[in-house]
């Protein structure tokens, strides 16, 4: 489209002026004008997938409800320990909201002010960690890697870690960092260092940094999922597997359920199987039915059928269709200016 209209106006041009600098420097302006118009496009596509103020705001109050709500309902069984469940025995007065415009978001909960909780949110240029941790190194080719992988249990942390002597902290993607000591955040920049969080930093007193800034990331079922994985954390070893198993299946299952329903309707699992079959793993594990396993698997096949004929051309169309907005209200601009100008 922008193609049809791009040779339209430099035929149209050539015919018109023999000054060939001044036909040239029309159609670059013409070009300018598009290709700054598709960026713009670009980048309203890329903002309506990052979280917003109001997501992180749900977050952090479907947070502390679920939160609450498991150390309430299993009190009987943690009441020798409720005194660990810093989030469940303070409410905070002033919530941060943190996003990064360019990788990873956070959440910081302050108990220290008086009155009712407050809100406060701010989106930053940086890379989330440097909200954090301003001090730390930019240039990372000359630092020792350090990281933290694995996504089945998390790295405890009891005490600050101090990072210095060309030390990088990675966490990296799908792994957990879980800090249990004293002072706001688990890292210290005490010398040529950095920290990089692809994965996700939290404590007990709920901090919680991700590398993603991404709408699901930072979705209410994930929250719930958060606030579970928090409370087993904090209750250390102090649940046998068997309770903790029957904890899991009563508050794990529903949100998880909602998560893998949600990804079959928006088909974020059409580009990403391997996440589906991580969830629907997790489901058998958690003893879900034969009955939900085989719909979930019926849906996921339709999802994954080659689309037919017509799918595709409609899948192109609507795809297509901002850029054919955008190439038509450039084109109608580019003829006003230029007839405002005495060019056409």
Not at 73 to 78: F, G, M, R, T, W
Not at 87 to 113: E, F, M, V, W
Not at 160 to 178: D, P, T
Not at 299 to 318: A, D, G, M, Q
Request: proline content about 3%.
């Amino acid at each position: 489209m922008l193609r049809m209209f791009f040779y339209y106006y430099m035929n149209k041009l050539s015919k018109k002026y023999r000054d060939k600098k001044k036909v040239y420097l029309v159609i670059i302006f013409i070009v300018i004008l598009i290709i700054s118009a598709n960026g713009s496009m670009k980048l309203i596509t890329q903002k309506s997938k990052r979280v917003k103020d109001t997501d992180l705001r749900r977050y952090v109050e479907e947070y502390l409800k679920k939160y609450k709500e498991i150390v309430e309902e299993n009190l009987p069984l943690v009441h020798n320990i409720q005194h660990v469940f810093f989030k469940y025995n303070n409410n905070p007065s002033i919530i941060y909201g943190i996003i990064s415009k360019r990788h990873g978001a956070g959440i910081i909960l302050r108990y220290d002010a008086i009155g009712g909780t407050h809100w406060r949110n701010e989106i930053i240029d940086q890379p989330i960690e440097y909200y954090f941790w301003p001090n730390m190194s930019s240039d990372y080719s000359n630092l020792k890697i350090v990281k933290i992988v694995g996504s089945d249990s998390p790295y405890i942390l009891n005490q600050q870690i101090s990072i210095k002597n060309f030390a990088l902290l990675i966490v990296s993607e799908k792994a957990s960092l879980y800090y249990m000591g004293q002072g706001e955040y688990p890292f210290k920049i005490e010398g040529p260092g950095a920290v990089m969080i692809l994965g996700e930093v939290s404590s007990k007193s709920g901090l919680i940094i991700k590398g993603s800034n991404n709408k699901e990331t930072w979705s209410t079922y994930q929250a719930g999922l958060d606030a579970l994985k928090h409370f087993f954390w904090d209750c250390g070893d102090q649940l046998n597997e068997t309770v903790k198993r029957q904890i899991e299946k009563k508050y794990k299952m529903p949100l998880l359920l909602e998560k893998v329903k949600n990804n079959l309707n928006n088909k974020y699992y059409r580009g990403h199987s391997e996440d589906f079959y991580s969830d629907l793993q997790e489901l058998e594990k958690l003893g879900i039915s034969e009955e939900m396993k085989a719909s979930l698997w019926n849906k996921y096949l339709e999802l994954s059928k080659e689309p037919t004929l017509w799918e595709k051309i409609l899948n192109v169309i609507i795809s297509n269709i901002p850029s054919f907005v955008t190439g038509v209200i450039t084109t109608v601009l580019a003829t006003l200016i230029l007839k405002r100008l005495g060019y056409l």
